[in-house]
């Protein structure tokens, strides 16, 4: 009983959110801070989401091949590397790290 719970609460909140998505004014939308502010959330949201899955193992912070490859992949960035490259140093340099017994 207790899982039908929570999946009706989450089935709820889910539409309260989009619902009130919608609902807002399209005047508060065109605020030139509600549109600097939506358009750097997804930034925010996904470097988060990186560092969370570089730095973090459980509830520790672990420093291992997953960092050194986040590391290449900013100098690649850096270096103004294709797409592609930037993820291949990732993948090698953790790789590399991983092999080496890091």
Do not use: H
């Not at 089935?11 to 009130?20: E, F, Q, R």
């Not at 973090?56 to 690649?76: E, I, S, Y």
């Amino acid at each position: 009983m207790n899982i039908w719970l929570a999946i009706g609460l989450t089935v709820v909140g889910c539409y309260a959110v989009k619902l009130v998505g919608l609902l807002v004014p399209a005047g508060v939308l065109e605020r030139p801070l509600v549109r600097r502010l939506a358009a750097l959330l997804p930034v925010a949201l996904l470097a988060a989401l990186t560092a969370q899955q570089a730095f973090a193992d459980g509830r520790a912070l672990v420093l291992d091949a997953r960092a050194a490859g986040l590391v290449a992949a900013a100098v690649a960035l850096l270096l103004r590397a294709p797409f592609l490259l930037v993820v291949a140093a990732a993948v090698l340099v953790t790789a590399g790290v991983r092999a080496l017994g890091g």
